[in-house]
T-cell receptor, first 115, second 115 residues
Framework: AQTVTQSQPEMSVQEAETVTLSCTYDTSESDYYLFWYKQPPSRQMILVIRQEAYKQQNATENRFSVNFQKAAKSFSLKISDSQLGDAAMYFCAFAGGTSYGKLTFGQGTILTVHP | DTEVTQTPKHLVMGMTNKKSLKCEQHMGHRAMYWYKQKAKKPPELMFVYSYEKLSINESVPSRFSPECPNSSLLNLHLHALQPEDSALYLC??????????????FGPGTRLTVT
């Protein structure tokens, strides 16, 4: 069974600064996908970024980038130039090659952005 | 367009009522999902439909009854619910359950209160 651990229940950052959210996972599968989702207080879960395990290159989406360390089973999210709209609950999620639709979520990190 | 819509936004129902939640997507996705989410917790998977057939039921009580009338529409029928069933119910869809396009897109959710 897969597990996903987000060790930071809460984080805060000043506007325009950079923050990194941590995520580690445990799996015996070699084929898998990793995701970061954002859920603002208005509640809609939004896909922020995805990473395929077979790709060595770290995924980036505008101000969001990941540091994917496959051997260490680590998948952290870096948010650059933080904006007030980045304030949300962030979930790290894992989908194994044989999961057929099941996402394993971490417990989430609440990010606060201070003006 | 990555939109998943859900109706109603809010629902209050008594324990003897029968109600339905509706989810719709027009992205041509062939997998659709129901999740239950409690406050400040990750979503919990309830059901997965693939090509309009139920493929995963996560041991959900029979008072929740899913239905997939067509590839764009997913319903969740509710009957004889308990107060502990009060939660945010999220619908999601993905292009497929497996393969490289398995990222899930979520709707805004229905906030359900059982009195």
């Amino acid at each position: 069974a897969q597990t996903v651990t987000q060790s930071q229940p809460e984080m805060s950052v000043q506007e325009a600064e950079t923050v990194t959210l941590s995520c580690t996972y445990d799996t015996s599968e070699s084929d898998y996908y990793l995701f970061w989702y954002k859920q603002p207080p208005s509640r809609q879960m939004i896909l922020v970024i995805r990473q395929e395990a077979y790709k060595q290159q770290n995924a980036t989406e505008n101000r969001f980038s990941v540091n994917f360390q496959k051997a260490a089973k680590s998948f952290s999210l870096k948010i650059s130039d933080s904006q007030l709209g980045d304030a949300a609950m962030y979930f790290c999620a894992f989908a194994g090659g044989t999961s057929y639709g099941k996402l394993t979520f971490g417990q989430g990190t609440i990010l606060t952005v201070h003006p | 367009d990555t939109e998943v819509t859900q109706t109603p936004k809010h629902l209050v129902m008594g324990m003897t009522n029968k109600k339905s939640l509706k989810c719709e997507q027009h992205m041509g996705h062939r997998a659709m999902y129901w999740y239950k989410q409690k406050a400040k917790k990750p979503p919990e998977l309830m059901f997965v439909y693939s090509y309009e057939k139920l493929s995963i039921n996560e041991s959900v009580p029979s008072r929740f009854s899913p239905e997939c009338p067509n590839s764009s529409l997913l319903n969740l029928h509710l009957h004889a619910l308990q107060p502990e069933d009060s939660a945010l119910y999220l619908c999601a869809s993905s292009q497929d359950r497996s393969g490289p396009r398995r990222e899930q897109y979520f709707g805004p959710g229905t906030r359900l209160t059982v009195t």
